[in-house]
Structure formats: C-alpha cells, structure tokens
C-alpha cells in the first residue's frame, strides 16, 4: 500500500513509502479487537443484527463494510458464534 502524508514544510502532500499488508493486517485486526472490547463491554452475547448495527456505529461504517469487519473478526479469532445459536456471537476471551 503506498502511502502519503501531508508535510508542513513542503505545504503539500508527500510520499512516504509502501506499507506491508501484514501492517495494515495488524493494524485492522488491533483497531477490531478494541471495538469488539467496546461493543461486548455491556453484554456477553449479541444477536447478529444487534452486532451489525454495534459496528457500524462504533467504526462509522455502512452495513456492507460492518458485515465484511464482523467476518474478519471471525475468522481472525475475535469474536465467534455461539454454539446455542448461530445467530448470534460473544466475544472470544484469551487467557492471561
């Protein structure tokens, strides 16, 4: 990914290099466990349409980018289904 910035001494937008997918990968998967943290802080499980509208409020995104965000979340080991009802998801605790 290529990236640029705005530099105050040149008063414009520069180039500043490439940043690797696995940063943007970290990056993502830091920023949606920390959301996820939020939105499970009040209840332990959430139906999927309640969790739908959770993300989208707390990241600011549509619904299409809130579904792709709560795969991600799955499939990165943040968030799961629970094994009552498929429909709906908890937040998966890591031991300290």
């Known amino acids: 990914m290529v990236q640029f910035g705005w530099s105050k001494t040149e008063g414009r937008h520069v180039y500043l290099g490439e940043k690797s997918k ?9 920023e949606l466990k920390d959301a996820a943290t939020d939105i499970f802080r009040d209840k332990v499980i959430l139906p999927n349409q309640q969790l739908v509208q ?22 990165n080991g943040i968030i799961e289904r629970t094994p009552e009802n498929p429909q709906e998801y908890r937040q998966i605790t890591l031991p300290f």
């Not at 993300?55 to 979340?73: G, L, S």
């Open 22 to 30: 696995e940063d943007s990968d970290l990056r993502k998967t830091n």
């Open 54 to 75: 959770a993300v989208m409020e707390q990241m600011d995104v549509k619904e299409r980018t809130a579904r792709a965000y709560i795969k991600f979340m799955r499939e």
